[in-house]
């Protein structure tokens, strides 16, 4: 199911759009509902990353330099082999 909406542009923007559809190949229908969908993507994204943020660290400072040095020494001894 769709719905049909009217969008009113300035003529600047109204030319970038036609010329971004035309770049990739597509109608200005279907690059504006691809724009509105990243828009999308992206706010659902942000939120997320927000809603993360205020849930605080979930290791302290002390466990994070302990795994990124775990890590490290684990990316060190996958070379070691190659030797």
């Known amino acids: ?8 542009l300035d003529d ?3 030319a970038g759009a ?7 190949g597509t109608s200005v229908s279907d690059w504006v509902r691809a724009a509105i969908r990243h828009q999308l993507a992206l706010k659902t994204a942000l939120r997320a990353r927000a809603e ?11 466990q994070e330099d302990a795994l990124l040095d775990a ?3 684990d990316a060190a001894s996958a ?3 190659d030797r």
Do not use: H, I, K, V
């Open 12 to 14: 600047r923007l109204a």
């Open 52 to 62: 993360e943020d205020r849930r605080g660290a979930l290791y302290s400072a002390e």
């Open 18 to 24: 036609r010329e971004a559809a035309a770049e990739d």
């Open 79 to 81: 070379f070691d082999g």
């Open 1 to 8: 199911m769709s719905e049909q909406m009217t969008l009113r």
């Open 71 to 73: 890590r490290a020494r």
